[in-house]
């Protein structure tokens, strides 16, 4: 916006010449709101979630950020111990929250709320991530092999607690631990 602010060189008539024109104002604010299809920051998350979601509910498998205002996730093995640990978070929960099983890798990605990963205790037999990592989110319809599916389906806006989990996960230590393959996976060398 170039002469908005023009210098006030005495008083009359400069002080008139001191204000902005309508044009420069109504140029001034177009240029500050940038381009029409630049969508604030926030509505652009949004965005991004609703079509992940519709996605989901629309039976195809999607790309999602952890982290955020979504979830976080905890990585377990998927063997016995780890469907011990399903059954006591069903105790507890009345229905465990989402769990993921990937038969391939053979683990459980268990949906944590968002921050998780900031506050979970480091796990012997289990890792938790979060931004800016993702996961990919099997359709909603797809609740059994093969690939990946929901072992417990997403059942609203309920997730798995982290507190009980890692309890239960102390007490039944599902093996294999999933820290070697994620480090390969993530390309984290010691």
């Given amino acids: 916006m170039t002469d908005v602010f023009r210098k ?3 008083a009359g ?3 008139i010449h001191a204000m902005p024109s309508s044009a420069e104002v109504t140029q001034h604010l177009v240029e500050s709101a940038g381009a029409v299809r630049d969508p604030a920051a926030d509505m652009a998350d949004l965005a991004e979630v ?18 955020g205002n979504l979830f976080d996730v905890v990585i377990t093995s998927s063997g016995t111990q780890a469907r011990s640990a399903v059954a006591v978070m069903d105790e507890i929960q009345d ?8 038969p391939e890798n053979g ?9 998780s ?5 480091p796990h012997t037999h ?7 990592h993702t996961i990919t989110l099997p359709s909603l319809h797809r609740t059994a092999p093969p690939g990946p599916h929901w072992h417990r389906p997403s059942a609203s806006d309920r997730l798995v607690p982290p507190g009980p989990l890692h ?8 093996e294999p631990t999933p820290h070697a393959a994620l480090a390969a996976q993530l390309g984290i060398t010691p």
């Fill in 167 to 174: 309890d239960a996960l102390t007490r039944f230590r599902p």
């Fill in 126 to 132: 289990a890792v938790c991530l979060g931004a800016p």
């Fill in 117 to 121: 990963s900031h506050r979970w205790a």
């Fill in 107 to 115: 683990w459980f990605y268990w949906l944590v709320p968002p921050g």
């Fill in 8 to 10: 006030i060189h005495g």
């Fill in 95 to 102: 229905r465990c929250g989402p769990v993921i099983e990937d």
């Fill in 13 to 15: 008539n400069d002080f």
């Fill in 50 to 67: 609703i079509r992940t979601l519709l996605a989901v509910e629309a039976r195809r498998d999607t790309r999602i950020r952890l982290g």
